[in-house]
C-alpha cells in the first residue's frame, strides 16, 4: 500500500510563504489526480488545489493568484507553493492522490501538515 507523507508546514506570519511536499513511498500507477485539501479549526475539510494526469490545474477561489500546485515529472511528489498567506489559510493541509490502476478507483491521502498564519 502506497503511503503519502507531507512536509512543510509550521508557523509563519501573514504575507510569508510556505512550501508544502506529499511524497509518495513508492510509485503510484495510472494517476487521475493529485489534490491539495485543507481543513481549519472546526470546519470541513475543502479542497485547495488540484493537478490532472494532462498537467490541467484548478485551485479554490480563495487562493487563486496565490498558491500554486506542481508535480515532478515521476509524479512521486506533489507540491504546494503557498505566498502572500492570510491567518484564513491556517489549517492542517492533505494531499490526496486517486488513480486508476485497474478497474478499480484507489484513493490514497496523507496524515496532514500544520500551516499556522499570525496576524
Known amino acids: 500500500q502506497v503511503q503519502l507523507v507531507e512536509s512543510g508546514g509550521g508557523l509563519v506570519q501573514a504575507g510569508g510563504s510556505l512550501r508544502l511536499s506529499c511524497a509518495a513511498s513508492?510509485?503510484?500507477?495510472?494517476?487521475?489526480?493529485m489534490r491539495w485539501y485543507r481543513q481549519a479549526p472546526g470546519k470541513q475539510r475543502e479542497l485547495v488545489a488540484g493537478?490532472?494526469?494532462?498537467?490541467?490545474?484548478n485551485y479554490a477561489d480563495s487562493v487563486k493568484g496565490r498558491f500554486t500546485i506542481s508535480r515532478d515529472n515521476a509524479e512521486t511528489t506533489l507540491y504546494l507553493q503557498m505566498d502572500s498567506l492570510k491567518p484564513e489559510d491556517t489549517a492542517v493541509y492533505y494531499c490526496?492522490?486517486?488513480?486508476?490502476?485497474?478497474?478499480?478507483?484507489?484513493?490514497?491521502w496523507g496524515q496532514g501538515t500544520l500551516v499556522t498564519v499570525s496576524s
Open positions: 513508492g510509485s503510484i500507477r495510472s494517476i487521475n489526480a
Open positions: 490526496n492522490v486517486v488513480s486508476y490502476p485497474g478497474v478499480s478507483r484507489l484513493e490514497v
Open positions: 493537478i490532472f494526469s494532462g498537467g490541467t490545474t
